[in-house]
C-alpha cells in the first residue's frame, strides 16, 4: 500500500478548502442581511420552486433531512417562511416563503456576481471550474456501493 498524498495534493481537500474559503467570502455579504450560508441555500431552494416540502429541499442541497429542519425553524422564526403541515400527509411539512422571504431575493441580488468581482477571475473560467466540479460531484454521486471490509 502506497503512502497518501500530502494534503495539498490531494482532490477532496482542495474542494473542501474551496468549499470553506468560499463560505467566509459569502459571510460578510449574507451578515448584512441577517442570513447564513445554509439559510440562504435553503431560500434559495425555496426561490427557485416555493412551496418545497422538507425532503425536496433537503433532496435539492443534498442535505439530510434532520438538517434542513432546524434552518427552516430559523427562517420561520424570522419571518422569511412558514411551515405547514401536509393536509394529505400529515408526516410531510411543506414550506413556503413570505413576503418577507420572497423579498429577500432582490435584497441579496446575485451574491456570485459580487464574488466574482472580488475574486478576480473571469466568468469564463468560473463556468468551467463549476462544470468540472459537476463532473466529479455527478461521478461520486453514480458510484456503486463501496463494498464491505
Avoid at 25 to 51: N, R
Wanted: charged content about 25%; hydrophobic content about 45%; proline content about 5%.
Amino acid at each position: 500500500m502506497s503512502a497518501a498524498l500530502p494534503l495539498d495534493d490531494q482532490l477532496c481537500f482542495s474542494l473542501y478548502a474551496t468549499s470553506m474559503a468560499i463560505s467566509r467570502a459569502y459571510k460578510p455579504m449574507l451578515d448584512k442581511l441577517g442570513l447564513t450560508y445554509p439559510q440562504y441555500l435553503v431560500l434559495h431552494a425555496l426561490w427557485e420552486t416555493d412551496g418545497r416540502t422538507i425532503g425536496a429541499i433537503a433532496e435539492r442541497l443534498a442535505l439530510e433531512s434532520s438538517t434542513i429542519t432546524p434552518l427552516v425553524k430559523r427562517l420561520e422564526a424570522s419571518g422569511h417562511v412558514m411551515r405547514e403541515r401536509d393536509a394529505a400527509d400529515e408526516r410531510r411539512v411543506n414550506v413556503r416563503l413570505t413576503p418577507q422571504g420572497a423579498a429577500m431575493r432582490d435584497r441579496c441580488g446575485c451574491l456570485a456576481e459580487a464574488l466574482f468581482e472580488r475574486m478576480g477571475l473571469s466568468v469564463e473560467h468560473l463556468i468551467r471550474l463549476k462544470r468540472d466540479a459537476d463532473i466529479v460531484r455527478h461521478a461520486l454521486a453514480t458510484l456503486p456501493a463501496a463494498p464491505a471490509t
